[in-house]
């Protein structure tokens, strides 16, 4: 089992950044392919960004591409979002989540096995 815990969100105003941590326990960080998720109300879960075990392949989904970058610290079992140029759009709950997989990356809900509990990005126009 991998325990994902998502940092605090926030309020921001339009044009603002927000970074976003995952921290991981129970098993090798280093095994697992994370990705960041994001739901809005009324809307499916989509697709934000993804990154491999290493962190030398990364994914992002087209309507955050330029402005999100995800990045990892293996060593201290961590996932980040730093999300640039927030719009009202982007307000959702986002989830971090883990999949074990030797390469490669996702972007699909079911390609992930673990998930954190969200936590609420409110962006104000």
């Known amino acids: 089992q991998v325990q994902l815990v998502e940092s605090e969100g926030g309020l921001v105003q339009t044009g603002g950044s927000l970074r976003l941590s995952c921290v991981a326990s129970?098993?090798?960080?280093?095994?697992?392919?994370m990705g960041w998720f994001r739901q809005a109300p009324g809307k499916e879960r989509e697709f934000v960004a993804a990154?491999?075990?290493?962190?030398?392949?990364?994914f992002y989904g087209d309507s955050v591409k330029g402005r999100f970058t995800i990045s990892r610290d293996n060593a201290k079992s961590r996932a980040f979002l730093q999300m640039n140029s927030l719009a009202p759009e982007d307000t959702a709950v986002y989830y971090c989540?883990?999949?074990?997989?030797?390469?490669?990356?996702?972007?699909?809900?079911?390609?992930?096995?673990?998930w954190g509990q969200g936590t609420q990005v409110t962006v104000s126009s």
């Open positions: 990154i491999s075990r290493s962190g030398d392949i990364t």
């Open positions: 989540a883990a999949r074990f997989a030797p390469w490669g990356v996702s972007t699909i809900t079911s390609g992930y096995g673990y």
């Open positions: 129970g098993r090798t960080f280093s095994n697992y392919c």
